[in-house]
């Protein structure tokens, strides 16, 4: 072999498949129809509020395996660099924080905009169907503690940190659309209008993520916001 086929072989072999990547959307988004279509319906009867059934069953059967998936793909990799340097955790930068605040504002306002769609049209944006109820039970409030964490840093490490640099490489500028694209696959479980009205977070999360190259960013989006919807929900102001 020569220099310059030596030279395509490395060049080639530092473009990752996509395959495996690709599939773990797909995987997951099973495991979340599953899930929604199933478990949660089947505790439910058994008197467990859908929404804590729901953390519980998605920690165990969703969450763990996006988790140990992106540990495999990473292990798969022949990276050198530092954990923290590879899934980009990088210092968020002044103009890493304008990007979020923007991103906040535009994203709220356009899911507040959908919602009143949905409402108007009859589409729910309750993916379990259920009937509005404070919390009462201390154990929510401590599976909550558990799933939330484990659900934003497990999807965003695994999407944004691990997928998105490897699509990147595959595919330049384009790669968030299609970890966008996936994204909507891995909510399939859900209905149409709860998919509706996360769209605009489905979009600025991948988009802003690649644009920063920092996972942080994405992290910080998702918590920021998720938790208004998590305190609502445990309010049961929705």
């Known amino acids: ?3 310059s086929d030596s030279s395509t072989q490395s060049h080639n072999q530092s473009i990752p498949r996509l395959t495996g990547d690709v599939a773990l959307f797909f995987v997951a988004g099973f495991f979340v129809f599953i899930v929604t279509r199933f478990g949660v319906p089947s ?3 058994f008197g467990v509020d859908k929404f804590a059934a729901w953390m519980f069953l998605s920690v165990l059967f969703v969450f763990t395996p996006i988790i140990a998936g992106g540990v495999f793909l990473l292990r798969t990799e022949n990276t050198k660099d530092p954990l923290k340097t590879r899934l980009r955790l ?6 890493d924080w304008q990007w979020v605040f923007l991103a906040v504002i535009i994203i709220g306002v356009t899911s507040l905009g959908l919602k009143i769609l949905c409402d108007k049209i009859g589409l729910s944006v309750d993916p379990f169907d259920r009937q509005p ?3 009462t039970k201390w154990w929510m409030f401590a599976l909550w503690a558990i799933y939330w964490p484990v659900n934003i840093l497990g999807e965003e490490f695994t999407w944004r940190g691990v997928i998105l640099p490897r699509m ?3 595919m330049a500028n384009k790669a968030w ?3 966008s694209l996936l994204w909507v696959i891995f909510h399939a479980g859900f209905n149409i209008g709860t998919i509706l009205v996360t769209i605009p977070t489905i979009i600025l999360v991948p988009l802003l993520s690649q644009k920063t ?3 942080w960013v994405a992290v910080i989006l998702h918590a920021v916001l998720s938790l208004p919807g998590m305190i609502a929900i445990s309010r049961g102001l929705v």
Request: charged residues 30%.
């Open 168 to 170: 990147e490489r595959r």
């Open 1 to 3: 072999m020569n220099l």
């Open 90 to 95: 990088q210092s968020l930068t002044k103009r």
């Open 177 to 179: 659309a299609l970890n």
């Open 213 to 215: 190259k920092n996972t």
């Open 133 to 135: 109820a404070p919390w």
């Open 43 to 45: 505790l439910a009867r």
